[in-house]
């Protein structure tokens, strides 16, 4: 069975740091195109970013450009995004989630999310 | 405001079917056939119910179905049952720089 867990969301100040963590099991990492997906409180999904199998592609939503990283440990089968200048408007639900393979373009593995809240 | 449109809420009866549409764009859902839906519980993983605009993950049931006709995708949850109640969200490829756009989410409600 395959699961995606979610860690290191919480309370943080504007302008502050948090790093999310999203341990796969069941699926390896290195197979798969990975992604963060975010829901803001009572609004629709935004994609955020993605990684490649091999960990060197990456692409970022232009609301995150130059403030998230994501980066992922395949030996730890473990993916990562550093959020960085936080601001309010980025305070959502985290999920990650895995590209399905093959020539398609949608998500067949998610996480349960992590939630991010930015406030003073 | 999301890039897709989708209506707040849908209601049913069981046993009836409800539909749920999702509008987008040429430059999205018009434009690709890379349309995908999901099922998602409040505090749980969404799951993947529809691919490639009309094709159904093994283990989805048939009463899951859905199209699309130029900008507009549709879902349609037939002979719907107490399970099904559920926020149910469209996704669309949208190009290698916007890669992936996705709906506002709708909310099933089994009457």
């Known amino acids: 069975e395959v699961q995606l867990v979610e860690s290191g969301g919480g309370l943080v100040q504007p302008g502050g740091s948090l790093r999310l963590s999203c341990a796969a099991s069941g699926l390896t990492l290195s197979s798969y195109w990975m992604h963060w997906v975010r829901q803001a409180p009572g609004k629709g999904l935004m994609w955020v970013s993605r990684?490649?199998?091999?960990?060197?592609?990456?692409n970022y939503a232009d609301s995150v450009k130059g403030r998230f990283t994501v980066s992922k440990d395949n030996a730890k089968n473990t993916m990562y995004l550093q959020m960085d200048s936080l601001r309010a408007e980025d305070t959502a639900v985290y999920y990650c989630?895995?590209?399905?393979?093959?020539?398609?373009?949608?998500?067949?593995?998610w996480g349960q999310g992590t939630l991010v809240t930015v406030s003073s | 405001q999301s890039a897709l449109t989708q209506p707040r809420s849908v209601s049913g009866s069981p046993g009836q079917s409800v539909t749920i549409s999702c509008t987008g764009t040429s430059s999205d859902v018009g434009g690709y056939n890379f349309v995908s839906w999901y099922q998602h519980y409040p505090g749980k993983a969404p799951k993947l119910m529809i691919y490639?605009?009309?094709k159904r993950p093994s283990g989805v049931p048939d009463r899951f179905s859905a199209s699309k006709t130029g900008n507009t995708a549709s879902l349609t949850i037939s002979g719907l049952q107490a399970e099904d109640e559920a926020d149910y969200f469209c996704?669309?490829?949208?190009?290698?720089?916007?890669?992936?756009?996705f709906g506002g989410g709708t909310k099933v409600t089994v009457l």
């Open positions: 990684i490649s199998l091999d960990g060197y592609k990456t």
């Open positions: 996704c669309s490829y949208a190009g290698s720089y916007s890669l992936v756009v």
């Open positions: 989630t895995g590209e399905s393979p093959g020539d398609r373009v949608d998500f067949g593995y």
């Open positions: 490639d605009v009309n």
